[in-house]
């Protein structure tokens, strides 16, 4: 099995990605795959409601640089 956890804190590797990573650990131990995710410094826009992703039906954003599409 695979766990992502995903950190939104502002800060990279801190308080946050320190817990985050210890609980990571645990489930290593017991044979999980894990990945963290820090958002912190990423660029992610929200929804500019432009219906484009709703008219194309592809599911896709027309905003191509951030790190959700």
């Not at 990573?21 to 409601?49: D, H, M, P, S």
Request: aromatic share 6%; net charge negative; hydrophobic share 40%.
């Amino acid at each position: 099995m695979y766990v992502v956890a995903f950190s939104g804190s502002a800060r990279k590797d801190g308080n946050t990605a320190a817990l985050l990573n210890r609980v990571l650990k645990v489930l290593e131990t017991e044979g999980f795959e894990t990945e963290l995710v820090q958002l912190a410094g990423q660029q992610i826009r929200g929804c500019t409601a432009c219906r484009t992703c709703f008219e194309t039906k592809n599911q896709r954003c027309v905003i191509e640089d951030d790190m959700v599409n």
